[in-house]
């Protein structure tokens, strides 16, 4: 069973950043495909970035792209998101989740419980 776990959440006011990262077990972490995902109460759950098995391509929502930059270092286990110059509509509970190639986009199964994070304005 594959656990993943985020942390790095926190609070911070606009224009400032912060680091996450999601670190995982009970698996092999090269074979998945790593993505970040956001959840604001009452709203769906939207897509933020994506990196493939060796870190050889990566993807960002629009909003994301240009400020923020997803990484992982596969020997520790351990994904990233380094946010820099967030935005008070940015706040809400960050994901990190794993997928096979095979499965798509659609086929996230593995899921960390998140972590929440504040912007103030």
């Known amino acids: 069973q594959v656990q993943l776990v985020e942390s790095g959440g926190g609070l911070v006011e606009a224009g400032g950043s912060l680091r996450l990262s999601c670190h995982a077990s009970?698996?092999?972490?090269?074979?998945?495909?790593l993505g970040w995902f956001r959840q604001a109460p009452g709203k769906e759950r939207v897509f933020v970035a994506e990196i493939t098995e060796r870190g050889g391509s990566t993807e960002y929502s629009g909003s994301a792209s240009g400020r923020f930059t997803i990484s992982r270092v596969n020997p520790l286990n351990t994904m990233y998101l380094q946010m820099n110059d967030l935005q008070p509509e940015e706040k809400a509970t960050y994901y990190c989740?794993?997928?096979?190639?095979?499965?798509?986009?659609?086929?996230?199964?593995?899921w960390g419980q998140g972590t929440q994070v504040t912007v103030s304005s």
């Open positions: 989740a794993g997928r096979q190639r095979y499965a798509g986009t659609g086929g996230y199964e593995y």
């Open positions: 009970g698996g092999s972490f090269s074979r998945y495909i």
